[in-house]
């Protein structure tokens, strides 16, 4: 879990990328340089006393007057996006933490796919920045429905980065085909809506799992079709957990606190062990060994009758 500690940044601009897409320019009251970071980067904005979220960096790592962020509107979320589309006026103070990285470009590899769609782009324009910059071979591949709500348009075209749109159906997204004419070793970087990256991920099936790299804005948040019961060992607690609810609601429910910042599996702060189960996880902050022991409440679940949580 990333050491989230936060000073005020300046929104020093605002422009809709598209209808719900909007972009946001970060800076220092004193204008001076920001932490530096490579693409892939992420940092936290604390827009509320209950909401921290996580938004990829998209400007030029190279450049450090400045972060860049681009902020969906999500009417079905949990309510972020929709505050700070309506906080990050002009000249607002915003609470942002350094950047940090869990999808970071390899070093040596002979060449870099990058796989996105819609909010997706936001890390791959940082990555495109980057390998442009150091002149190593790279492909950008864009799926999106119309070229209308695409965000970044405009910087595309003023770029000479490799880029292909596809403004087919999603479904007919052909990134099979493009490995085929690319070197041994290519790694793989897809970031998007789910629907996109398990169909990117089927297409690579051939890619070892060291070369294949994703990042999932929204975690996936596995819920039970059945009642199970979930034991607090730590508090000797039984709670009986309806189906479809995860372990973060069922758990904050029964009035028991649990630390959580981004709620989106990524920064690790729900994280608690387990033991008496199976459990599902949905995170993206831990790896498989550590998925034997501990579990990311925010977006986990348990398709047994029964799961101990030490808590």
Known sequence: MPSLDFEPLTVIKREYLT???LSLHLQRPSKSALPAYKAGAHIYIQ????????????????QRSHYEIAVKLDPYGQGGSKALHQIATPNATLQVSAPYNMFELVDHAP????VGGGIGLTPLIAM??????EDTPFSFYIASSNEIDMPFRQLLDQKSWPVELCTSPRKLLDVASRLKTLPTGTHVYCCGPTGLINSVRDQCSDVPLAHWHEERF????????TAYELYLSESDRLLHVKPGSS????VREAGIHVESACEQGICGSCVVPWCDGDPVHGDQCLDDE????????????CRSDRLTLEL
């Not at 827009?47 to 190279?62: E, F, K, M, N, T």
């Open 19 to 21: 209808a719900d897409i």
């Open 247 to 250: 372990l973060l609601s069922a």
């Open 47 to 62: 827009i509320s006393d209950q909401l921290c979220r996580a938004y990829s960096l998209c400007g030029d790592p190279a």
């Open 128 to 133: 495109a920045y980057q390998l442009s910059r």
């Open 290 to 301: 550590e998925r034997a022991e501990y579990i990311a409440l925010c977006c986990g679940s």
């Open 218 to 225: 929204n975690a996936d948040e596995p819920v039970s079709t």
């Open 111 to 114: 060449h870099h796919l990058l």
